[in-house]
């Protein structure tokens, strides 16, 4: 899946390195885990209501996670609900 970002004129994906969200404090390299356990990847930056995680290879599509998907956020990890990962990656409401 192509990812398109919506960017601020002049700003990059990397111009930031923590967001405050309505789930808490998130940063980039987080380590992102889903309900059983299970590291999906690393925050790379937020795009409006999502988290775009790092390719793990260069030039390969970014995945993301929508906010709406995490369960909490604590110092080191953004966890996952345990909803199933029928939505992972769509970005839509739950």
């Known amino acids: 899946m192509t990812r398109q970002t919506t960017q601020q004129p002049g700003r990059q994906p990397g111009d930031e390195t923590a967001w405050t969200t309505v789930v808490?404090?998130?940063?980039?390299?987080?380590?992102?885990?889903?309900?059983d356990g299970t590291r999906i990847g690393k925050v790379a930056y937020l795009d409006g209501e999502?988290?775009?995680l790092e390719p793990d290879e260069p030039g390969q599509d970014a995945e993301f996670?929508?906010?709406?998907?995490?369960?909490?956020?604590?110092?080191?990890s953004v966890l996952l609900s345990g909803r199933g990962d029928a939505t992972f990656g769509l970005g839509g409401e739950p």
């Open 24 to 35: 808490g404090t998130i940063r980039k390299g987080m380590p992102v885990i889903d309900a």
């Open 50 to 52: 999502e988290i775009v």
């Open 65 to 76: 996670v929508a906010l709406t998907q995490v369960d909490g956020v604590d110092e080191t």
